[in-house]
């Protein structure tokens, strides 16, 4: 089992820089791959995201690519999205979630464990 607590959100402004974390407890964290999801008010949850088990391969939203990174720490068990050049329709409540498959994926279904999520709002 694996519990994902994230953390970092906030309230700033259009073209400045947030970086989320993703803590997880359990001793298997580095078995996992980790994605970013995010679900703005009224619309569907939608991938951000994702890392793989190692951190050597990652993958990201053409909406996002560019301007978010999505980095891991093995040894300290987290995850984390660094976010710059935001932009009002960022705006959402992001989660992390973890995948027993170990590699990339943008599919919600392959991810087994997620967390409650952290809200981002970015003003114009």
């Known amino acids: 089992q694996v519990q994902l607590v994230e953390s970092g959100g906030g309230l700033v402004q259009a073209g400045g820089s947030l970086r989320l974390s993703c803590a997880a407890s359990?001793?298997?964290?580095?078995?996992?791959?980790m994605g970013w999801f995010r679900q703005a008010p009224g619309k569907e949850r939608e991938f951000v995201a994702t890392i793989s088990w190692s951190g050597g391969s990652t993958a990201y939203a053409d909406s996002v690519k560019g301007r978010f990174t999505i980095s891991r720490d093995n040894a300290k068990n987290t995850v984390y999205l660094l976010m710059n050049s935001l932009k009002p329709e960022d705006t959402a409540v992001y989660c992390c979630a973890a995948s027993q498959t170990g590699q990339i994926s943008e599919e919600t279904r392959k991810y087994v464990y997620w967390g409650q999520g952290t809200k981002v709002a970015v003003s114009s």
């Open positions: 359990g001793r298997t964290f580095s078995m996992y791959s």
